[in-house]
């Protein structure tokens, strides 16, 4: 299932994270997902939320860069090698290159959740039909 993650960019320093989600949490947005890259100027914090629209509308009223990316949210097995048997290799052999991947908090008692950036959303979502 194909689902909207919003980057947002923040500097590199102190406070810049707990800024944005005290602006997210002012504005009553639930975090369902959340991974951190850094780099020694800046960071990139990707966020999966429950409205995307408000939580842009906040994060940009807030002078913050962000940008909306869609991504593709899959349930995994909770079993050994499950990642790589329903979604590693399947995207492997249909050619389909993952940029980024990262867990997805969702209460659920036998999957996990896991978020993945690829270089085609149709050709993944076909693959793992």
Partial sequence: MNITQISVFLENRPGRLAHLLTVLSDAGI???A??????ADFGIVRIIVDDV???ISAIHAA???AATTSVLRVEVPDTPGALEKSVIGPLSDAGVNIEYLYAYSETTETS????LK????TKANKALA
């Fill in 30 to 32: 639930n975090l369902r």
């Fill in 34 to 39: 959340l991974a951190v890259a850094d780099t």
């Fill in 53 to 55: 629209d408000q939580a």
């Fill in 63 to 65: 002078g913050l860069t």
């Fill in 112 to 115: 996990a959740i896991v978020v």
């Fill in 118 to 121: 690829v270089d085609d959303l």
